[in-house]
């Protein structure tokens, strides 16, 4: 178990897994922190099992990361796996927006007027089609093991993508929305396939809706299709 709280995480590196954290199981818990371009996939000079890495955090082989916002903020901004290969008169970018390669599941919370921030993609993690990639927004699990809404719940701002493992159509990530606000914001990275609104990416990831409001970037909600 990892508790985490008032933190802040910016230009951390790891040659191959989580820039900032890297977890395999148990539960890990993280409150009003930031994190700022860490890189966690320095090792090679391609992306090609880049979500297995995690730009700022490797949540794997089925752990639990709790992310909460209450009395502060949380923020996922520049994360990136990857690395700029130079070559003699040129340079190529292989870096690429990540800010959690989910191998388990992912618990988003955020209270009152405070919110949670993702500027940086979340993505499954390839290599672990075994464990149920889950992310539960502004819900809690009640003693019979259900969930259902968490009372004041604030906003969850997803301002890139949330996609499930891009090595394998079949392996998603589930999308749960319990209550609060879920926004689809602005995306100001450069990916040019991004086109500047958060959302999810319809062909790898399900989203079902038990509660809350889900707020649009100038009334556009972005699914990104093959």
Not at 20 to 42: E, L, M, Q
Not at 52 to 76: M, P, Q, R, Y
Request: proline share 1%; glycine share 16%.
């Amino acid at each position: 178990t990892l508790y985490i709280e008032n933190s802040t995480f910016s230009g951390n590196s790891a040659e191959t897994n989580g820039g900032a954290i890297d977890t395999w199981g148990g539960t890990t818990t993280i409150k009003n922190s930031t994190f700022t371009n860490n890189n966690g996939y320095t090792s090679r000079n391609n992306t090609s099992a880049y979500a297995n890495s995690g730009g700022a955090i490797n949540n794997n082989d089925g752990g639990t990361l709790n992310i909460i916002a209450d009395g502060g903020n949380v923020a996922f901004t520049g994360n990136y796996i990857g690395q700029l290969i130079r070559h003699i008169g040129s340079d190529e970018d292989y870096r690429l927006s990540n800010a959690i390669a989910n191998g388990g599941t992912v618990n988003l919370n955020a209270y009152g007027e405070n919110r949670i921030t993702f500027n940086d993609t979340i993505a499954a993690a390839p290599g672990k089609e075994s464990y149920e990639k889950i992310i539960n927004i502004n819900g809690v699990a009640a003693e019979n093991g259900s969930w259902q809404a968490a009372e004041n719940a604030g906003t969850v701002e997803i301002n890139n993508l949330v996609i499930g493992n891009p090595t394998n159509s079949q392996d998603k990530q589930t999308v749960n929305l319990y209550n609060g606000t879920l926004k689809f914001g602005e995306y100001t990275g450069g990916e040019a396939w991004q086109n500047g609104i958060g959302g999810l990416d319809n062909a790898s990831t399900d989203f079902n809706i038990h509660g809350g409001t889900i707020s649009l970037q100038d009334g556009v909600g972005r699914y990104k299709a093959d």
